[in-house]
């Protein structure tokens, strides 16, 4: 079954760098985008970044220019390079294929920026 495990957060200070993995398992994942959201406490869950399974890259005008989407499909990971974070990028980070697949959501990893 399609499973997402996600790992590489923490504590982190204010224009600090952080970098999540997520394992992906269950489905061909070449064949597939591969999404970054978050859920920050008390808000909905919000899309942060996608990679097409060639690459191409999209980001949420909040992450642009500061966050890094990658993927490397010899191990069925993508990657989530968050540079300059600011308090407001705290929240629990997950990955996913697009919501319109219905695949299950993994746990996720805890992002706090905070002095």
């Known amino acids: 079954q399609v499973q997402f495990v996600e790992s590489g957060g923490g504590l982190v200070q204010p224009g600090g760098s952080l970098r999540l993995s997520c394992a992906a398992s269950?489905?061909?994942?070449?064949?597939?985008?591969m999404n970054w959201y978050r859920q920050a406490p008390g808000k909905e869950r919000e899309f942060v970044a996608r990679?097409?399974?060639?690459?191409?890259?999209i980001y949420a005008a909040s992450v642009k220019g500061r966050f890094i989407i990658s993927r490397d499909n010899r191990l069925n990971t993508v990657y989530l390079q968050m540079n300059s974070l600011k308090p407001d990028d705290t929240a629990v980070y997950y990955c996913?294929?697009?919501?319109?697949?219905?695949?299950?959501w993994g746990q996720g990893t805890q992002v706090t920026v905070s002095s």
């Open positions: 269950g489905f061909t994942f070449t064949t597939y985008g």
């Open positions: 996913n294929g697009d919501q319109t697949l219905g695949w299950p």
């Open positions: 990679i097409t399974n060639v690459g191409n890259t």
